[in-house]
């Protein structure tokens, strides 16, 4: 079982604006009270097995009344608590640790009297409860807790969980955006008095790992994290956010080895009778030595036609100055500088003990003249030969004008002098560009295009690319699979492994069991090979993230297929029913939504000053719509497709379902909202399928969810909700049967 201390809600999701965090004050007879969440750090010292971690909460009164209540704080189910403090403004708060029973007792009122089932979460753990001090209006207080806990490990790796519930209105992976609530009773508690001010909270999470067998793997599926590594013994990890909470429990992966490259992989099958999704993530050592590190031959291709003039040759100017000031001792290097003609700084590389001519050369760079992109290349690719991978760093801003002008041409003369296997490595500036060469001429050589928006600096982009790129580990790399049956394996020819970076490998398998990893490359001068063992799991329903990480890829990788070499009917068929199963937004269904869907939308109930819900015939960030960019070859439109379609490629961090708010996938179930407000099971046939209604709150309710867990995330899509439970339907509702336990399990095993 993960670490997964519960996260609660501060707001009611029908009276204010909603918000989730670790800690919750409720006030008399467990009503939430008018209270914001502005400020919540964690801090975790996670040493082999073992977190202490330590968490604030500062809590501000934006009510016009003073709050006296109670804070509830719910402990991880398995945690091996050996020590737990608390202290509020610096004054040490009594407190007491409730029992399992009682804790779910307190939890289950604040369900049924604030018409959230957000909370339901939280009924079986065990909570530390506190009376707080009176807090005055307008006044802050801060809440401190510390505790340790055993982390679960599975083999070398393991796995540290901490909720970050945001606003209801985007709950996150596996959840679904804004509940409908159920009408209003005439015995439902009074609503409180809202905020003045919405609420918006500074989240800052540091997680300091220690591990004296090394440390391989830091990964973390649901958010984008700094990590540092000072060596290989130690690592720090940072996530830092302000606004509004983004909804997803924080997980960390951590494998414990200092393997040369270290492989962890993990899994995810949600029914023994499909096949199952895995990653495989492949890291280097940090304390890899010097000799590790692999010479390279480099060209830098710089564009300086007229359009580059002003800011953007000086700025390219400095990038590529960076750059060559960066060189390792055994490089070599080349530079080619290209308007309508060709202009390089030798005709061939040049050893890094060139770079004060080099320098030299760069800053007598100035922009005028065409753009031969055609002749520039077949420079660069003649200076390189097959004795060193080669590796080549293309930057233009403006569309072929001189020499051969044809994308199609150009991309076939590239290909065809391209003997050597080079790595393109594209960056387009500005919106002039033509997206379909760059990527193209990028994905045919085993590299990627990147693009450099108008307010973007040039320097600052490139710089960064080029230490990621630095120091080259392992290259040439090829990997085998055997006894998973794997298939749709994602990427299809694996880039380079650099010295702090890692590369993930997504697939699906069919066998589950024992199987065989081999990596074979490039390391030290001379080809090595790696072999790892894994086991795939016939059943595994927690880590649904690793199924969604792969039909992101998937779909990316598909997308960028159509787009360098047309639609058919076959590919467009697999994104639009990956799209809607994992609910990724695409050219293709950005508007696949029916009139029903619509008028649910139109019908729900958001809290005052929360966003409407948004419906997949909404434009959505990062995917423009499908006549805005995806058959355009230049353009913003165009620029912003390509990008989008890349992160998709390269998506490390798995993204929460965005069809919308009527629809949700659920362990490999989709269900639709409906015009009524009834969350529906696809497979459901009202005609034929006679579900068993249990009405919201009940204690039938709660006896359900207690005796079969996976009900939950069913449970949490609001007060109405049919699904499949067995081999029969359950409806919940505002009225339904009462069951006991053996009636229960007449009905559903």
């Given at each position: ?23 919750l ?24 097995q ?79 409860r ?15 807790l ?72 830091v ?90 003039a ?11 100055k ?12 080349g ?116 693009y ?19 120091f ?11 006894g998973a ?58 880590r ?23 639609e ?6 697999e ?54 960019g ?8 165009a ?8 992160s ?98 007449r009905?559903?095993?």
């Amino acid at each position: 079982m993960s670490f997964r201390p519960i996260a609660l809600a501060l707001f009611t999701l029908v009276f204010v604006r909603a918000g989730m965090a670790q800690g919750l004050i409720v006030g008399p007879d467990y009503q939430f009270t008018p209270i914001s969440l502005t400020e919540h750090t964690v801090d975790a010292a996670i040493d082999e097995q073992i977190a202490v971690v330590t968490v604030s909460h500062t809590f501000k009164n934006t009510s016009r009344g003073v709050i006296e209540g109670t804070f509830l704080f719910p402990l991880p189910k398995d945690a091996q608590v050996s020590r737990f403090s608390m202290d509020v403004d610096g004054k040490e708060l009594a407190g007491e640790l409730l029992a399992a029973d009682e804790a779910r007792s307190i939890y289950e009122a604040i369900v049924r009297k604030n018409i959230d089932p957000a909370l339901l979460e939280m009924v079986d753990h065990r909570t530390f409860r506190a009376s707080v001090f009176p807090i005055p209006p307008g006044q802050q207080r801060t809440i401190t807790l510390r505790y340790d806990a055993t982390l679960p490990a599975e083999g070398a790796t393991v796995t540290f969980s901490y909720p970050l519930q945001g606003q209801l209105g985007a709950r996150g992976p596996g959840r679904i955006p804004m509940p409908r609530p159920m009408p209003m009773r005439e015995d439902r508690p009074a609503p409180p008095e809202r905020p003045d001010e919405p609420a918006t909270t500074h989240t800052l999470i540091t997680a300091k790992i220690r591990s004296e067998k090394g440390i391989g793997t830091v990964y973390s599926p649901s958010h984008e994290v700094d990590i540092a590594r000072p060596n290989s013994r130690r690592a720090e990890v940072r996530y830092d956010r302000e606004g509004e909470r983004d909804g997803r429990d924080f997980v960390l992966y951590i494998s414990r080895d200092n393997a040369e490259v270290g492989a962890t992989l993990l899994a995810h099958r949600p029914y023994r009778d499909k096949a199952g999704y895995f990653m495989l993530m492949l890291t280097p050592s940090v304390d890899l030595s010097a000799g590790a590190v692999q010479p390279r031959d480099i060209v830098f291709v710089l564009d300086t036609s007229g359009s580059m003039a002003g800011d953007k040759i000086a700025q390219a100017r400095d990038a590529l100055k960076y750059c060559v000031q960066r060189l390792g001792a055994q490089d070599r290097f080349g530079i080619v500088a290209f308007s309508s003609d060709v202009d390089a700084f030798r005709e061939t590389l040049m050893p890094a003990s060139s770079k004060e001519d080099a320098l030299f050369f760069i800053d007598q760079l100035e922009a005028r003249g065409g753009t031969n992109i055609d002749a520039a290349l077949k420079t660069a690719l003649g200076q390189l030969d097959d004795s060193r991978r080669g590796m080549i760093v293309f930057l233009t801003d403006g569309l072929p004008s001189a020499g051969e002008t044809n994308e199609e041409a150009i991309r076939k003369n590239i290909q065809g002098a391209n003997g050597h296997e080079v790595s393109v490595f594209a960056f387009g500036v500005g919106y002039d560009v033509n997206t379909r060469l760059l990527d193209g001429l990028a994905a045919e050589s085993g590299a990627f295009a990147d693009y450099i928006s108008p307010e973007e600096n040039i320097e600052e982009r490139v710089g960064g690319f080029y230490d990621k790129v630095r120091f080259p580990v392992m290259t040439d790399l090829k990997l085998t699979i055997d006894g998973a049956d794997t298939y749709a394996v994602s990427p299809g020819q694996l880039a380079n492994l650099y010295k702090n970076g890692q590369l993930i490998v997504a697939g699906r398998y069919r066998k589950p069991g024992a199987a065989k990893v081999q990596l074979t490359g490039m390391l030290n001068g001379r080809e090595q090979t790696f072999r790892y063992g894994f086991d795939l799991p016939a059943s595994e329903r927690d880590r649904d993230f690793v199924a969604r990480l792969w039909a992101q890829r998937r779909v990316g990788m598909l997308l960028e297929e159509i787009r360098m070499h047309g639609e058919n009917a076959e590919l467009k068929d697999e994104v639009i029913a990956l799209a809607k199963e994992f609910g990724i937004v695409t050219p293709y269904t950005s508007y696949l939504v029916t009139e029903d869907e619509m008028m649910a939308v139109d019908q729900m109930m958001p809290p005052p000053g929360a966003p409407r819900p948004v419906s997949s015939r909404q434009a959505r960030p990062g995917m423009p719509s499908a006549d805005a960019g995806f058959n355009q070859t230049s353009g913003e439109a165009a620029v912003q497709m390509s990008k989008s379609i890349r992160s998709m490629q390269e998506a490390e961090v798995a993204a929460p379902a965005e069809v919308g708010a009527t629809q949700a996938n659920i362990q490999g179930r989709t269900l639709v909202l409906d015009a009524d407000g009834v969350w529906r099971d696809t497979e459901f046939d009202a005609d034929t399928h006679k579900p068993v209604a249990i009405a919201f709150g009940s204690e039938t309710y709660f006896r359900l969810l207690k005796t079969y867990p996976d009900t939950l995330p069913f449970a949490q899509l609001g007060g109405k909700v049919v699904f499949k439970l067995g081999d029969r339907f359950v409806s919940i509702e505002e009225s339904g049967e009462t069951l006991d336990d053996a009636a229960m399990t007449r009905l559903f095993g």
